[in-house]
């Protein structure tokens, strides 16, 4: 078990959420199959530092200025090693040891090189978000080959829609995980209904940037960021 512990690490991305954080590091740190967890707080404005620096065994790392998701997920992978790595959100609501397993088991055996918890159970709006676009899952355990050379600073939320492209192009091989019993604060509950409305419109363009430059390329007859470096290896 130590062995395999050295080879996996958890990154949590964190922008103000103080009421969640802890309770998702604490089952991180606590789980037998992961090594280290780092958590990333995106230059938060609420306590979220001091919330995840209070859970023994965290690395916490923070942004002075708010970066977006993409950005946090590329500084927890710059500042570790470990060849397989769980991306978890920092908003999980329901989340036990036992999804974490599920999560992790497909990539540790060697069945996948990327695995995606989708909720079911939780609650019927993001149960419905889920199964309408599953690719925007942040649960994930992936290879750290198949994303260390990914441009995640500039797609923002779009990175799970650029790590569905991997799958969706034969790159890698995904395994989609039923995570019952889970759910999440949506932007809307944890930011108030104006503020969740502008900031899931900003998700929404950066995803919308991203399949427009997509197809694009295909138009032009490009090659995807990702067959590129299929290409290579
Ligand atoms: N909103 C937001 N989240 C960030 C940012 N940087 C890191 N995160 C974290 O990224 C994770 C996912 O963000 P959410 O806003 O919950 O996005 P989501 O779950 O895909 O979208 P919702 O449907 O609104 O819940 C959370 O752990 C956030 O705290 C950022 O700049 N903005
Ligand atoms: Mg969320």
């Known amino acids: 078990m130590a062995e395999l512990e050295s080879q996996t690490v958890c990154i949590i991305p964190a922008f103000n959420e103080a009421p969640t954080v802890a309770g998702i590091a604490r089952i991180a740190v606590e789980h037998p199959l992961i090594g280290r967890v780092f958590i990333i707080d995106d230059g938060s404005t609420d306590d979220t530092s001091e919330k995840a620096r209070a859970v023994e065994g965290v690395n916490l790392i923070t942004h002075k200025v708010n970066g977006g998701k993409g950005k946090a997920m590329r500084t927890g992978l710059d500042a570790t090693d470990e060849p397989i790595v769980i991306f978890l959100d920092a908003d999980l609501v329901g989340l036990k040891p036992h999804h974490i397993t599920d999560l992790m088991k ?112 295909r138009m032009t007859g490009g090659k995807t960021t990702h067959s590129e470096q299929s290409d290579k290896s």
């Open 106 to 217: 497909p990539v540790l055996e060697g069945d996948a090189d990327m695995s995606v918890g989708l909720f079911r159970g939780g609650r019927i709006h993001t149960d419905l978000a889920h199964m309408i676009t599953p690719s925007l899952s942040g649960q994930r355990t992936v290879q750290r080959s198949v994303i260390e050379n990914m441009d995640m600073d500039s797609v923002g939320f779009a990175i799970e829609r650029a790590l569905t492209e991997l799958w969706e192009t034969g790159v890698i091989k995904v395994k989609d995980i039923i995570w019952k019993g889970v759910t999440h604060r949506t932007k809307e509950e944890k930011r108030g209904y104006i503020e969740g409305v502008r900031q899931r419109i900003g998700m929404f363009s950066e995803i919308l940037k991203f399949e427009g430059k997509r197809i694009k390329r």
